[in-house]
């Protein structure tokens, strides 16, 4: 008899594995699956709730269509644990989200099985319908799945799609994974019985056969069509999506085996696009993470007989605390203010401005590109737009910023957490591309601060101007220098120096290390192992030339320091403001390559990409001291 607490579990190699177990089995084999998530998580941190609540969609999934040559498309992505379990990645989930580890998104570099790279929501439809296309027009048989969730659902992309595959000629079968709503009496037997007889080949033959029949007399074809929609109507919520040109099921219970594996067979031999609603549950199976999805939707490591428990010592006071605390505070003293998230209340600190202030608080769901255009028609009649939004998250909004906000000027602040390398979230949360593509806008202003006090500080900065203003900060705590309980800011567009070089003319290259951001306190320590001028350039634009130049006419050598894209980043700035002044001098640009960086712990990341204070004293040395 064996000893292994998932006996099942452990004899599924892959999903082949999985198709040849009996309806019993697989209920089993879904309890060993929750738990193992359970206990993998707890020891490495991670995405919980969300993936205890697809377990038994997971398992149906793999058991009715056959994976990998059947293609699932996952959204957002940090759902699939158990999909990456089940697919021969069981052994590795120990190294999860860790550096050299498993990726805690889908990725293609990874797995046969994780056929679409996804992290960023709303995408799934799209690339799902793409492939059945391909398929098509390959001459190949294959069933493409699109399983999204109720919250990537509000992004305009997911409808974009929707309306271009309800009039596709193409297999695809998207599946609405809806975790928001409880399991109401409908989703029971009745409704069960309705699912898999309106998924049914019955069902589908005799609509057909119906149509044809009728075709010729219109009028009762008509009063056909519409007795058959208030018919589903009656029962099936959502038939929204009947209208896009898709046969509506559901909604059923997704963590009922019985539901749904026969309605999946039955959806796997209708042509055309098909629409499943599931209802399933975060936290599914244990009551902890059940009583409090929101706390279990990223946890560090924990022990699952305990919970979540507070550190004996608190925290560093982090970025996002910084900032939440501050739009509290300049809520209470400016009654324009206004707050705006694209469904990150949690993640951008705006729980208690929330609470506070629930009627100047605005979130717009996952709709990054409606956030940005949505603020700039505030801005226009005089409120004082604060968009919170992560630096990746940005990125899906550059028209909007372009054309709805800076070339009307409109003074928006934007709050950009998660700037720099993000960790365990990896190359799609990376917020690497910011200052490049902020700072070639015209209007536009970006502030980099070195630590927690200056972001507060820059952030009332930014709220004082007419014009739109970024402020870029990271994940995390920084230096651990507390923000001053006043809202005063810090001069517009001015950096200093914080380091003056003492070594007397002749003793080596007079170098001086401009730092953007927090990348200055390591640029302090290598400052004071090379003896070089250090200065806090706060601003990437306007770059503080009059500081750029003092420095350029008493040093030999200028070294560039930033945690983001080198390429079009802060030190582009700098070489470009040097030759607007005709002067040549040696620039060293340290900052992150033209590469993704893939997830791991963050300071052993960025040691990896040379931006550590041991890494910059290196650079620096190579490239002036050893050659001097």
């Not at 009654?335 to 401005?353: K, N, Q």
Request: net charge negative.
């Amino acid at each position: 008899m064996s000893t292994t607490p998932y006996p099942l579990l452990t004899s599924v190699d892959d999903p082949a594995d999985l198709r040849r177990l009996s309806r019993a089995e697989l209920k089993q084999l879904a309890t060993e699956l929750r738990a193992f998530v359970l206990d993998s998580v707890s020891k490495t941190g991670g995405h919980l709730s969300s993936n205890l609540g697809t377990v038994e969609l997971t398992v149906a999934l793999h058991h009715v269509f056959h994976t990998p040559e059947d293609r699932l498309v996952w959204d957002v992505g940090h759902q699939t644990y158990p999909h990456k379990i089940l697919t021969g990645r069981r052994e590795r989930m120990a190294t999860l989200r860790q550096l050299g580890g498993l990726s805690g998104f889908p990725q293609r570099a990874e797995s046969e099985y994780d056929t679409f790279g996804t992290a960023h929501s709303s995408t799934s439809i799209s690339a799902a319908l793409g492939m059945a296309l391909a398929a098509k027009q390959r001459g190949e048989e294959r069933h493409c799945v699109a399983i999204i969730g109720d919250g990537a659902m509000t992004a305009g992309m997911a409808f974009e799609a929707l309306n271009n595959a309800g009039v596709a000629d193409a297999n695809l079968l998207v599946i609405l994974n809806d975790n928001d709503m409880s399991i109401s009496p409908p989703v029971g037997a009745l409704n069960r019985y309705l699912a898999q007889l309106m998924s049914g080949q019955f069902y589908a033959k005799a609509r057909d056969v119906g149509k044809s029949v009728l075709k010729n007399a219109p009028p009762l074809l008509e009063l056909a069509k519409r007795f058959e929609q208030q018919a589903k109507g009656m029962v099936v919520p959502a038939t929204l999506f009947e209208k896009f040109g898709f046969n509506y099921i559901g909604p059923i219970d997704g963590h009922d085996l019985d539901s749904l594996i026969p309605t999946l067979e039955n959806i796997k031999g209708l042509k055309g696009p098909q629409f499943l609603h599931v209802v399933t549950k975060k936290g599914q199976g244990y009551k902890l993470a059940e009583a409090d999805p929101v706390a279990y939707h990223g946890p560090g490591k924990f022990d699952p007989e305990v919970g979540l428990t507070k550190p004996a010592t608190p925290p560093k006071q982090t970025f996002t605390q910084v900032f939440g605390q501050w739009l509290c505070d300049m809520a209470a003293r400016d009654m324009r203010l206004v707050g705006i998230t694209p469904a990150m209340r949690e993640g951008s600190g705006m729980v208690e401005f929330h609470q506070r202030f629930p009627d100047r608080y605005y979130d717009v769901g996952i709709a990054e590109q409606h956030a940005v255009t949505f603020a700039g028609g505030m801005a226009c009649e005089g409120v004082k737009p604060v968009v919170a939004i992560y630096s990746t998250f940005l990125q899906r909004a550059y028209d909007q910023l372009i054309h709805d906000v800076a070339l009307q000027n409109l003074p928006v602040v934007f709050a950009l957490d998660r700037a720099g390398l993000v960790g365990a979230d990896g190359a799609t949360h990376a917020g690497a591309y910011d200052i490049a593509f902020v700072r070639c806008i015209p209007n536009m202003s970006l502030a980099c601060p070195a630590d927690e006090r200056e972001c507060r500080q820059l952030l009332s900065t930014a709220y004082e101007q007419n014009h739109p203003v970024a402020v870029r900060y990271p994940r995390g705590s920084g230096a651990g220098v507390a923000p001053l309980a006043d809202l005063d800011g810090l001069p517009f567009g001015k950096g200093e120096i914080r380091r003056q070089r003492k070594g007397a003319a002749g003793n080596g290259p007079r170098i001086a290390i401009l730092a953007f951001g927090t990348l200055l306190y390591p640029a302090l320590a290598a400052g004071e192992a090379l003896d070089a001028t250090v200065a806090n350039m706060r601003w990437v634009k306007p770059l503080d030339t009059a500081l750029l130049l003092e420095i350029a006419a008493s040093h030999d050598a200028l070294v560039t320091v930033e945690e983001g894209s080198v390429m079009g980043g802060a030190g582009s700035a700098v070489c470009e403001a040097l030759n607007a002044a005709g002067l040549a001098l040696p620039v060293l640009q340290l900052g992150l390559p033209d590469a993704f960086i893939e997830h791991g712990d963050p300071a052993k990341l960025l040691a990896l990409q040379g931006l550590d204070a041991a890494g910059i004293q290196r650079a620096i040395t190579q490239r002036f001291i050893a050659a001097s």
